[in-house]
């Protein structure tokens, strides 16, 4: 029997790769590799650096990167390549340990957020009635409140301030957002077929929410998720940054609250405040890509204008 074998350019449309698949969309798979870069570095960094260099008084004091030559610091030395600060912590240390811990508040925190928001957005999207009111009112209450002044107080009351601590009191207020996307999104799921089908087949609501329609907004979520991370982050750091964090666990934002403590801008000492600002950056840009590579993932009109552009 022969064999006809069909050119590639005739199988696919012109201008389309195999990078402009749905599952391997290259804004997705940049942002993964900034965010997993970030992560590993924490990991793998504490193999070849001493985490304990992350302590104070454990460096010398004032030292700048290793390439800059400033007479007004001390001597820059291969032995600090990013410099130190004014209470003698390393700042490759302090970055290597405080990286993963700022995203693992954010991680928390934000997964916390999501999970109360599924459940109480399904309930609200697909019960209707009386628990949708509540829960609506419950979370136009709580996205009109001023979270982050609430977040200061709460914070300020508490007198021991931990990585965990920290996810919780940023979780008190990161499930409202979420629950109003998650109610609109189950509400034009209820009308599809498979679903009316299911109610008519006698199914039971706890299984149609959590078995039919939830597996179809796993891309949604997931891209939900990654910009909760990003908004959990920035409201950890923004308290940090105030002094209102972890006093004695290295964080990118109670670096950057000693260095303004310090006048570490005025100083000169832009190596301080900087580099955990990039990390912040990087992982920042990193979960924005995750989130609009994982919408075009969930929304084929979002690929096709994509493509087009």
Do not use: C
């Not at 996205?143 to 008190?172: E, F, G, K, Q, W």
């Amino acid at each position: 029997m022969a064999t006809i074998t069909v050119p590639e350019s005739l199988t696919a449309p012109a201008g389309v790769s195999r990078w402009d698949s749905p599952w391997v969309n290259r804004k997705f798979v940049s942002g993964l590799a900034m965010v997993l870069a970030v992560l590993f570095m924490g990991l793998v960094g504490t193999r070849f650096w001493d985490e304990k260099l992350a302590l104070v008084a454990s460096s010398p004091l004032n030292l700048p990167p290793a390439w800059v030559s400033d007479p007004q610091f001390g001597v820059a030395t291969a032995a600090h390549p990013l410099g130190t600060e004014s209470n003698g912590r390393d700042i490759l240390a302090v970055i290597i340990t405080g990286a993963p811990r700022s995203f693992q508040v954010g991680l928390i925190a934000a997964g916390l957020g999501l999970g109360i928001g599924i459940v109480l957005g399904f309930s609200a999207g697909f019960l209707r009635g009386w628990v949708d009111n509540v829960i609506r009112t419950l979370a136009d209450s709580v996205i009109t409140i001023p979270s982050l002044a609430l977040l200061i107080v709460v914070s300020s009351y508490v007198r021991v301030v931990d990585i965990s601590t920290m996810a919780l009191i940023l979780a008190l207020f990161s499930w409202a957002g979420p629950t109003r996307l998650i109610r609109a999104q189950v509400l034009s799921l209820r009308e599809r077929g498979y679903v009316r089908m299911a109610r008519l087949s006698g199914v039971p609501t706890f299984d149609i929410m959590f078995r039919e329609m939830l597996p179809n907004m796993l891309p949604y979520l997931a891209s939900s998720l990654a910009g909760n991370v990003a908004g959990a982050i920035l409201a950890a750091t923004s308290l940090e940054a105030l002094g209102l964090g972890p006093a004695r666990i290295p964080t990118l934002g109670m670096t950057i609250y000693y260095a303004i403590r310090s006048s570490a801008v005025i100083r000169g000492m832009w190596w301080w405040w900087g580099f955990p600002i990039l990390i912040l950056i990087v992982i920042f840009s990193g979960l924005f890509l995750m989130a609009i590579g994982l919408d075009e993932i969930a929304n084929p009109r979002l690929r096709g204008a994509a493509a087009e552009a």
